[in-house]
């Protein structure tokens, strides 16, 4: 280690053929911080490495902003460290478990667009979500449960706060009863 450099080697893998440990795997070893700018990435936190490990894929930090909008697996945090917000559009998510885990318990923005939801109960576990993106899924029911989380039922993005559910094949509430708007929502799940 370098003196006065808060870097962490790591490994990439190429998979040349060459090998110091028989896996058919090259291992280089390089810098935690973006070496040419000079500039140190904060550590990841330990659940955003957990997913990753998980869906396979990349989840870089991002601003606040660019969760519900980007096309680009990402997280964000707040001024203390903690997460508010999490893209995972397009992570083949069918489970929502580990939303259990108390370090989520902030987040405000969670995009879960284009993945493989049938059942989202577990989001009752974030009372402070404020945008919630369900689009492209396979919802067919709304939980009556989901208006506990005291946000607008929308079809489409918006910016503004709700849970939005474009491209989900409803059934209850249906489209149409969406698009009417949030309380046409409430009055037909308080019906059914």
């Known amino acids: 280690m370098i003196a006065g450099n808060n870097w962490k080697p790591t490994e990439l ?3 040349l053929g060459q090998s110091r440990d028989d896996t058919g795997i090259f291992r280089i070893p390089v810098l935690h911080s973006s070496f040419l700018t000079g500039t140190i990435e904060p550590k990841k936190p330990f659940i955003i490495q957990r ?3 998980y ?3 990349r989840i870089n930090r991002v601003s606040t902003d660019e969760i519900m909008i980007g096309n680009a697996n990402g997280y964000s945090v707040d001024k203390e460290q903690r997460l508010v917000g999490l893209n995972l559009r397009d992570c083949r998510v069918e489970d929502l478990s580990f939303l259990r885990d108390p370090v989520l318990e ?3 923005f969670l995009n879960l667009s284009d993945n493989d939801l049938t059942y989202i ?4 576990n974030l009372p402070h979500l404020r945008q919630l ?3 492209y899924n396979g919802i067919s029911h709304l939980p009556k ?3 506990h989380l005291g946000l607008e039922i929308k079809w489409s993005y918006d910016y503004s706060e ?3 559910l474009a491209g989900n094949p409803l059934e209850k509430p249906s489209p149409q009863v969406v698009k009417a708007g949030h309380e046409a929502v409430v009055r037909s799940m308080q019906e059914g």
């Open 13 to 15: 893998n190429f998979g």
């Open 51 to 53: 997913l990753e490990k």
């Open 55 to 57: 869906f396979w894929k």
């Open 106 to 108: 902030d987040l405000r």
């Open 121 to 124: 109960l577990p989001l009752l």
């Open 133 to 135: 993106s369900l689009e």
């Open 145 to 147: 449960e989901i208006l």
């Open 162 to 164: 709700g849970i939005f």
